[in-house]
Protein backbone atom coordinates (compact mmCIF):
# COMPACT_ATOMS: atom_id res chain seq x y z
CA UNK A 1 0.00 0.00 0.00
CA UNK A 2 1.08 3.51 -0.66
CA UNK A 3 -0.52 6.97 0.35
CA UNK A 4 -1.25 10.56 -0.63
CA UNK A 5 -2.00 13.17 1.26
CA UNK A 6 -5.61 14.94 1.41
CA UNK A 7 -5.96 18.74 1.26
CA UNK A 8 -5.80 19.05 5.11
CA UNK A 9 -2.59 16.45 5.77
CA UNK A 10 -4.43 13.21 6.09
CA UNK A 11 -2.52 10.52 4.53
CA UNK A 12 -5.25 8.45 2.60
CA UNK A 13 -3.58 4.62 1.90
CA UNK A 14 -4.46 3.16 -0.98
CA UNK A 15 -3.19 0.09 -3.16
CA UNK A 16 -2.48 0.29 -7.34
CA UNK A 17 -2.99 -2.23 -9.58
CA UNK A 18 -3.21 -2.89 -13.45
CA UNK A 19 -2.85 -0.36 -16.30
CA UNK A 20 -4.89 1.31 -18.68
CA UNK A 21 -7.69 3.90 -17.52
CA UNK A 22 -8.18 5.87 -14.12
CA UNK A 23 -10.86 3.75 -11.96
CA UNK A 24 -11.21 4.51 -8.49
CA UNK A 25 -13.06 2.27 -6.07
CA UNK A 26 -15.12 3.78 -3.08
CA UNK A 27 -15.95 1.52 -0.13
CA UNK A 28 -18.88 1.41 1.95
CA UNK A 29 -19.72 1.27 5.54
CA UNK A 30 -17.91 -0.98 8.03
CA UNK A 31 -14.88 -0.99 4.92
CA UNK A 32 -11.46 -0.06 5.08
CA UNK A 33 -11.65 -1.06 1.31
CA UNK A 34 -10.77 -4.89 1.73
CA UNK A 35 -14.63 -5.80 0.29
CA UNK A 36 -13.47 -3.79 -2.82
CA UNK A 37 -10.30 -6.00 -3.57
CA UNK A 38 -11.34 -8.88 -5.28
CA UNK A 39 -13.24 -6.09 -7.55
CA UNK A 40 -9.93 -4.39 -8.16
CA UNK A 41 -8.18 -7.52 -9.27
CA UNK A 42 -10.52 -8.30 -12.25
CA UNK A 43 -10.88 -4.73 -13.42
CA UNK A 44 -7.25 -4.18 -13.46
CA UNK A 45 -7.48 -6.89 -16.11
CA UNK A 46 -8.15 -3.62 -18.54
CA UNK A 47 -7.88 -0.83 -15.69
CA UNK A 48 -5.30 0.80 -13.22
CA UNK A 49 -7.55 0.35 -10.45
CA UNK A 50 -7.13 2.71 -7.41
CA UNK A 51 -8.89 1.22 -4.74
CA UNK A 52 -8.13 3.42 -1.23
CA UNK A 53 -9.41 3.14 2.86
CA UNK A 54 -11.52 6.03 3.40
CA UNK A 55 -9.95 7.93 6.36
CA UNK A 56 -10.70 6.49 9.60
CA UNK A 57 -10.25 2.93 8.23
CA UNK A 58 -7.32 0.59 7.55
CA UNK A 59 -4.11 2.39 7.97
CA UNK A 60 -5.38 5.96 6.36
CA UNK A 61 -5.73 8.89 8.86
CA UNK A 62 -8.37 10.48 10.51
CA UNK A 63 -7.83 14.39 11.00
CA UNK A 64 -10.53 15.61 13.34
CA UNK A 65 -13.04 17.17 12.46
CA UNK A 66 -15.10 14.96 10.02
CA UNK A 67 -17.22 16.53 7.53
CA UNK A 68 -18.39 15.18 4.55
CA UNK A 69 -16.21 18.12 2.53
CA UNK A 70 -13.08 16.13 3.79
CA UNK A 71 -14.28 12.94 2.60
CA UNK A 72 -14.50 14.86 -0.59
CA UNK A 73 -11.32 16.10 -0.41
CA UNK A 74 -9.51 12.43 -0.23
CA UNK A 75 -11.53 11.71 -2.92
CA UNK A 76 -10.66 14.63 -4.84
CA UNK A 77 -6.63 13.70 -3.91
CA UNK A 78 -6.99 10.16 -5.36
CA UNK A 79 -8.47 11.73 -8.33
CA UNK A 80 -5.59 13.80 -8.82
CA UNK A 81 -3.26 10.92 -8.46
CA UNK A 82 -4.58 8.76 -10.96
CA UNK A 83 -3.79 11.82 -13.48
CA UNK A 84 -6.42 14.59 -13.05
CA UNK A 85 -9.62 12.53 -13.81
CA UNK A 86 -11.03 9.18 -13.52
CA UNK A 87 -13.84 6.80 -13.54
CA UNK A 88 -15.31 6.19 -10.24
CA UNK A 89 -17.19 3.32 -8.47
CA UNK A 90 -18.85 3.57 -5.38
CA UNK A 91 -20.69 0.87 -3.76
CA UNK A 92 -23.53 1.54 -0.93
CA UNK A 93 -22.89 4.97 1.09
CA UNK A 94 -19.49 4.90 -0.78
CA UNK A 95 -21.89 4.92 -3.65
CA UNK A 96 -23.80 8.14 -2.02
CA UNK A 97 -20.04 9.75 -1.36
CA UNK A 98 -19.57 8.98 -5.26
CA UNK A 99 -22.40 11.01 -6.18
CA UNK A 100 -21.88 13.69 -3.55
CA UNK A 101 -18.13 14.22 -5.57
CA UNK A 102 -20.11 14.26 -9.07
CA UNK A 103 -22.13 16.96 -7.54
CA UNK A 104 -19.07 19.09 -6.17
CA UNK A 105 -17.54 18.81 -9.67
CA UNK A 106 -14.90 15.92 -8.88
CA UNK A 107 -13.00 15.16 -12.48
CA UNK A 108 -15.04 12.08 -12.45
CA UNK A 109 -15.45 10.46 -16.48
CA UNK A 110 -17.96 8.09 -15.76
CA UNK A 111 -19.93 7.57 -12.48
CA UNK A 112 -21.21 3.80 -11.32
CA UNK A 113 -23.08 3.36 -7.91
CA UNK A 114 -24.20 -0.04 -6.83
CA UNK A 115 -27.48 -0.37 -3.98
CA UNK A 116 -27.34 3.86 -2.43
CA UNK A 117 -28.78 3.11 0.84
CA UNK A 118 -31.41 6.49 0.08
CA UNK A 119 -34.65 6.29 1.54
CA UNK A 120 -37.89 7.43 -0.50
CA UNK A 121 -39.99 6.99 2.18
CA UNK A 122 -42.03 10.44 3.19
CA UNK A 123 -41.10 10.17 6.74
CA UNK A 124 -37.30 9.42 5.99
CA UNK A 125 -36.07 12.67 7.23
CA UNK A 126 -37.83 12.19 11.09
CA UNK A 127 -36.34 8.67 10.96
CA UNK A 128 -32.41 9.29 9.90
CA UNK A 129 -32.51 11.85 12.45
CA UNK A 130 -33.59 9.03 15.15
CA UNK A 131 -31.03 7.00 13.73
CA UNK A 132 -28.20 8.89 14.15
CA UNK A 133 -28.92 10.95 17.65
CA UNK A 134 -28.92 7.65 18.72
CA UNK A 135 -26.05 6.13 16.88
CA UNK A 136 -24.03 9.20 18.21
CA UNK A 137 -25.02 8.91 21.65
CA UNK A 138 -23.90 5.21 21.37
CA UNK A 139 -21.07 5.83 20.69
CA UNK A 140 -20.37 9.01 22.97
CA UNK A 141 -20.72 6.42 25.42
CA UNK A 142 -18.00 3.95 23.73
CA UNK A 143 -20.90 1.43 23.25
CA UNK A 144 -19.20 0.36 19.83
CA UNK A 145 -20.91 -3.39 20.01
CA UNK A 146 -24.59 -1.66 20.42
CA UNK A 147 -23.85 0.63 17.85
CA UNK A 148 -23.43 -1.66 16.07
CA UNK A 149 -25.67 -3.44 16.56
CA UNK A 150 -28.28 -0.64 15.98
CA UNK A 151 -26.80 -0.30 12.66
CA UNK A 152 -27.47 -3.79 11.32
CA UNK A 153 -30.91 -3.26 12.75
CA UNK A 154 -31.59 -0.68 10.79
CA UNK A 155 -29.72 -1.61 7.59
CA UNK A 156 -32.42 -4.39 7.75
CA UNK A 157 -30.77 -6.85 9.48
CA UNK A 158 -33.03 -9.59 11.56
CA UNK A 159 -31.63 -10.24 15.65
CA UNK A 160 -30.57 -13.91 14.45
CA UNK A 161 -28.18 -12.20 12.16
CA UNK A 162 -26.93 -9.84 14.92
CA UNK A 163 -26.13 -12.56 17.17
CA UNK A 164 -24.89 -14.53 14.91
CA UNK A 165 -22.15 -11.96 13.52
CA UNK A 166 -21.64 -10.82 17.19
CA UNK A 167 -20.49 -13.72 17.63
CA UNK A 168 -18.03 -14.45 14.66
CA UNK A 169 -14.30 -13.51 14.68
CA UNK A 170 -14.92 -10.75 12.56
CA UNK A 171 -17.23 -8.61 15.18
CA UNK A 172 -13.66 -7.17 17.52
CA UNK A 173 -12.60 -5.61 13.54
CA UNK A 174 -16.02 -4.03 13.25
CA UNK A 175 -16.05 -2.61 16.27
CA UNK A 176 -12.89 -0.59 15.65
CA UNK A 177 -14.61 0.90 12.92
CA UNK A 178 -18.00 1.62 14.27
CA UNK A 179 -16.86 5.15 15.21
CA UNK A 180 -17.31 5.23 10.92
CA UNK A 181 -20.74 4.63 11.14
CA UNK A 182 -21.83 8.33 11.99
CA UNK A 183 -20.37 9.31 8.77
CA UNK A 184 -22.75 7.42 6.70
CA UNK A 185 -23.33 9.09 2.74
CA UNK A 186 -27.30 9.32 2.56
CA UNK A 187 -27.80 6.37 5.04
CA UNK A 188 -31.59 5.76 5.36
CA UNK A 189 -31.88 9.40 4.28
CA UNK A 190 -33.71 11.23 1.40
CA UNK A 191 -31.46 11.48 -2.20
CA UNK A 192 -30.24 15.09 -2.43
CA UNK A 193 -32.38 15.31 -5.76
CA UNK A 194 -31.31 18.43 -6.20
CA UNK A 195 -27.40 18.15 -6.10
CA UNK A 196 -27.81 14.88 -7.71
CA UNK A 197 -30.21 16.97 -10.68
CA UNK A 198 -26.88 18.57 -11.17
CA UNK A 199 -24.74 15.60 -12.44
CA UNK A 200 -23.34 15.67 -15.81
CA UNK A 201 -21.31 12.30 -16.14
CA UNK A 202 -22.80 9.20 -17.69
CA UNK A 203 -23.82 7.21 -14.76
CA UNK A 204 -24.80 3.74 -14.17
CA UNK A 205 -27.11 3.07 -11.23
CA UNK A 206 -27.19 -0.58 -10.01
CA UNK A 207 -29.16 -2.93 -7.82
CA UNK A 208 -28.84 -6.80 -6.97
CA UNK A 209 -31.92 -8.85 -8.14
CA UNK A 210 -31.03 -11.94 -5.67
CA UNK A 211 -32.71 -12.01 -2.23
CA UNK A 212 -30.65 -10.55 0.80
CA UNK A 213 -31.93 -11.94 4.33
CA UNK A 214 -29.45 -9.57 5.68
CA UNK A 215 -31.44 -6.47 4.66
CA UNK A 216 -34.39 -8.05 3.94
CA UNK A 217 -35.97 -6.06 6.97
CA UNK A 218 -35.79 -2.50 4.91
CA UNK A 219 -38.42 -4.50 2.31
CA UNK A 220 -37.69 -5.56 -1.59
CA UNK A 221 -38.30 -2.08 -2.90
CA UNK A 222 -36.02 -0.52 -0.97
CA UNK A 223 -33.28 0.12 -2.96
CA UNK A 224 -34.91 -0.41 -6.80
CA UNK A 225 -36.62 2.57 -5.29
CA UNK A 226 -33.66 4.57 -4.10
CA UNK A 227 -32.26 3.68 -7.87
CA UNK A 228 -35.27 4.63 -9.64
CA UNK A 229 -34.87 8.23 -7.70
CA UNK A 230 -31.04 8.59 -8.51
CA UNK A 231 -32.11 7.80 -12.15
CA UNK A 232 -34.53 9.90 -12.38
CA UNK A 233 -33.04 12.68 -10.71
CA UNK A 234 -29.08 12.41 -13.13
CA UNK A 235 -29.53 13.55 -16.50
CA UNK A 236 -27.78 10.96 -18.04
CA UNK A 237 -28.32 7.79 -15.81
CA UNK A 238 -29.35 4.77 -16.98
CA UNK A 239 -29.89 1.99 -14.47
CA UNK A 240 -29.26 -2.03 -14.39
CA UNK A 241 -30.46 -4.67 -12.06
CA UNK A 242 -27.57 -7.38 -11.88
CA UNK A 243 -29.52 -10.63 -11.71
CA UNK A 244 -28.71 -13.33 -8.52
CA UNK A 245 -26.91 -10.61 -6.84
CA UNK A 246 -27.13 -8.97 -3.30
CA UNK A 247 -25.85 -5.88 -1.36
CA UNK A 248 -22.49 -7.95 -1.13
CA UNK A 249 -22.49 -7.90 -4.93
CA UNK A 250 -19.71 -10.53 -6.37
CA UNK A 251 -16.84 -9.12 -8.20
CA UNK A 252 -16.99 -11.33 -11.18
CA UNK A 253 -20.27 -10.59 -11.14
CA UNK A 254 -19.76 -6.83 -11.27
CA UNK A 255 -16.63 -6.95 -12.92
CA UNK A 256 -17.70 -7.52 -16.59
CA UNK A 257 -20.42 -5.03 -16.18
CA UNK A 258 -17.89 -2.16 -14.99
CA UNK A 259 -15.35 -2.89 -17.84
CA UNK A 260 -18.24 -2.82 -20.11
CA UNK A 261 -19.80 0.75 -18.83
CA UNK A 262 -16.06 2.05 -18.27
CA UNK A 263 -15.25 1.75 -21.83
CA UNK A 264 -18.06 3.28 -23.06
Given at each position: ?31 DGSENA ?81 NTADDA ?33 SEEDIA ?101
Amino acid sequence: MSNVASADGTLIDYTCQGAGPAVILVAGGLDDGSENAPLAVELSKDFTVYNYARRGTGKSGDTPPWSMERELEDLDAVIALAGGSAHVYGVSAGGGLALEAAAAGASITRLAVYEVPYNTADDAPQRQKAYFDELDALLADGRRGDALRLFMRTAGGSEEDIAGAAASPMWPALEDLAHTLSRGFGTLGPPPVARLATITQPTLVAIGGGYDPHTSGLGSDFFPRAADAITASIPHAHQLVVEGQTHMVDAKAMAPILTSFFSG
